[in-house]
Nanobody, 113 residues
Framework: QVQLVESGGGLVQPGGSLRLSCAAS????????MAWYRQAPGNQRELVAR???????NYAGSVKGRFTISRDNAKNTVYLQMNSLKPEDTAVYYC???????WGQGTQVTVSS
């Protein structure tokens, strides 16, 4: 079966760090553009970061310089390293794989003192 499973979310204080992981199965991972999206209550889902099959990356302006997306094709896993977290980063973070618009179930990130 095709599956994306996020992990690594949790509660952190402002200024703290988290690393999210998304493990993929049922796809030829190296063919896919992988991305992280997030959605806070009442807000639109927004693209946070993406990484192409060739390793090129893009980031939302709000996270640039603080977040890093990476992938390990041998492990079929994409990561999002989040540093200097702010309360406004609080959201459910979703993993996405394209082609096919495949989605994980999401992992909650809460940044609060």
């Amino acid at each position: 079966q095709v599956q994306l499973v996020e992990s690594g979310g949790g509660l952190v204080q402002p200024g703290g760090s988290l690393r999210l992981s998304c493990a993929a199965s049922g796809i030829i991972f190296s063919f896919y553009v992988m991305a992280w999206y997030r959605q806070a209550p009442g807000n639109q889902r927004e693209l946070v970061a993406r990484i192409t099959s060739g390793g090129s990356t893009n980031y939302a302006g709000s996270v640039k310089g603080r977040f890093t997306i990476s992938r390990d094709n041998a492990k079929n896993t994409v990561y999002l390293q989040m540093n200097s977290l702010k309360p406004e980063d609080t959201a459910v973070y979703y993993c996405n794989a394209d082609p096919g618009s495949l989605w994980g179930q999401g992992t909650q990130v809460t940044v609060s003192s």
